[in-house]
């Protein structure tokens, strides 16, 4: 059982534009809602997180969007930079974190110059 | 400065061979976990620990120990690795189970 949904699994934006990768998860139990970002050969680095109790958060040109009704979270990088380019992550967790992070399969983004 | 370290960082092995993958944290974090990439597949955790000698099942634990003496390190144990425990193996830690460091990552091919 697939408890949190990524989409797409790759994405090409051209330099300057609005990335948009998108997550539904399933567990209402859910309390913490992170993105990690993922260069080759490195580990997973945690880019930006959020809490169910506001429903957006902006640091720089990265910002989470949270819609607890409908159970989806996404991630808009604004204007996108081939440095952008990268695999992203997001995950689930919840009671404190006890049980880790539960992850999506990924989303494989360039940004085409 | 603050790390989560793995080794080794590459390793061939054959099916059947004993190994431990080690990971050490400097941050005294009392929470650890081990994941396995795999393309397609995203993280899964496939142990963790939230403090010294209390582990617990991850998602895909099968064919994997752990054990947690100290509270800086979090080896892994394949008692006799299979061809399909090949993956990028990952340790991770945080001060509680939410904003996890990882480490570099441990690259397993079992043939």
């Known amino acids: 059982q697939q408890q949190v949904k990524q989409s797409p699994q790759s994405l090409i934006v051209q330099k300057g534009g609005i990335s948009i990768i998108n997550c539904a998860y399933e567990?209402?139990?859910?309390?913490?809602f992170p993105w990690y970002q993922q260069f080759p050969g490195k580990g997973p680095a945690l880019l930006i997180a959020?809490?169910?109790d506001v429903s957006e958060k902006k640091e720089g040109r990265f910002t989470i969007s949270f819609n607890k009704s409908a159970k989806q979270f996404s991630l808009h990088i604004m204007d996108s930079q081939p440095g952008d380019s990268a695999t992203y992550f997001c995950a689930a967790s919840w009671g404190g974190g006890a049980d880790g992070l539960t992850f999506g399969k990924g989303t494989h983004l360039i940004i085409q110059p | 400065e603050a790390q989560v370290t793995q080794n080794p960082r590459y390793l061939i092995t054959v099916t059947g061979k004993k190994l431990t993958v080690t990971c050490s944290q400097n941050m005294n974090h009392e929470y650890m976990s081990w994941y396995r990439q795999d393309p397609g597949l995203g993280l899964r955790q496939i142990y963790y620990?939230?403090?010294?000698?209390?582990?617990d099942k991850g998602d895909v634990p099968e064919g994997y120990k752990v054990s947690r003496k100290e509270k800086r390190n979090f080896p892994l144990i394949l008692e006799s690795p299979s061809p399909n425990q090949t993956s990028l193996y990952f340790c991770a830690s945080s001060k509680q189970g939410y904003e996890q460091y990882f480490g570099p990552g441990t690259r397993l091919t079992v043939t």
């Open positions: 959020i809490r169910p």
């Open positions: 620990s939230m403090n010294v000698e209390v582990t």
């Open positions: 567990n209402t139990a859910f309390d913490y």
